[in-house]
């Protein structure tokens, strides 16, 4: 089972559409991050929240850390072809021994 | 601009065979890992180091070892290779020693196959 599930794992969607991806988990996380990645290249970061409630914007991309920090949404508006890749969440869950956890990700297609 | 750089970017290895994989950072980061990814399973950590000469287990460390010899270079050493060790592997470096917070660099990645 993972510590960080990952909904929907595949979307494709039409350019110019609104999305939302999910990360959820059932712990307490101290911060979250958002990842994205394309294919052959290793994870770039876009973003951190570690507040509860935190809303944090990057330009068409939306992020919200859930109140009680076991969540988190990604929400993209006016989605275009170049936001295609696999978008992964990581966090240090709380008393956990430093390690930051990954979800299994959410692969994005964009279709022009 | 070299950042993290990861060799080799493939490779195929047979059944008991051994390799290194070779991660080298340029940014001076104490903070550097190895993850492997496999597909619909995110990443895993299998190694980290906070500095040179201090090395620590992961989530899954069987089957592999690393040595820090330097702060630039961190390589994965993979024993008596199985194809469960099929993976794509990442090295990443960070500056920053509070996981989750700080930003992660990552290689570009090796794909290794165990035949």
């Known amino acids: 089972t993972q510590l960080l599930e990952q909904s929907p794992q595949f979307l494709s969607i039409q350019e110019g559409e609104n999305l939302t991806v999910y990360c959820n988990s059932s712990s307490v996380f101290s911060s979250l991050q958002w990842y994205r990645q394309e294919p052959g290249e290793g994870p770039v970061l876009l973003v951190t929240?570690?507040?509860?409630?935190e809303v944090k914007k990057l330009k068409r991309l939306t992020f919200q850390f859930g109140d009680a920090r076991k969540d988190s949404s990604l929400h993209i508006t006016a989605a275009q072809p170049g936001d295609t890749g696999l978008y992964l969440c990581a966090g240090v869950a709380t008393g956990s021994a430093r390690q930051l956890t990954f979800g299994s990700g959410t692969q994005l297609t964009v279709l022009p | 601009n070299a950042g993290v750089t990861q060799t080799p970017k493939f490779r195929i290895l047979k059944i008991g065979q051994s390799m290194t994989l070779q991660c080298t950072q340029d940014?001076?980061?104490?903070?550097m890992y190895w993850y492997r990814q496999d597909p619909g399973m995110g990443l895993k950590l299998i190694y980290y180091s906070v500095g040179a000469g201090i090395t620590d287990k992961g989530e899954v460390p069987n089957g592999y070892n690393v040595s820090r010899s330097t702060t630039e270079d961190f390589p994965l050493r993979l024993e008596l290779a199985a194809p469960s060790q099929t993976s794509v592997y990442f090295c990443?470096?960070?500056?920053?020693?509070?996981?989750?917070?700080?930003?992660?660099?990552f290689g570009e990645g090796s794909r290794l196959t165990v035949l």
């Open positions: 929240v570690v507040t509860g409630g």
């Open positions: 990443a470096s960070s500056s920053s020693g509070r996981a989750g917070t700080g930003e992660l660099f």
């Open positions: 940014m001076n980061h104490n903070y």
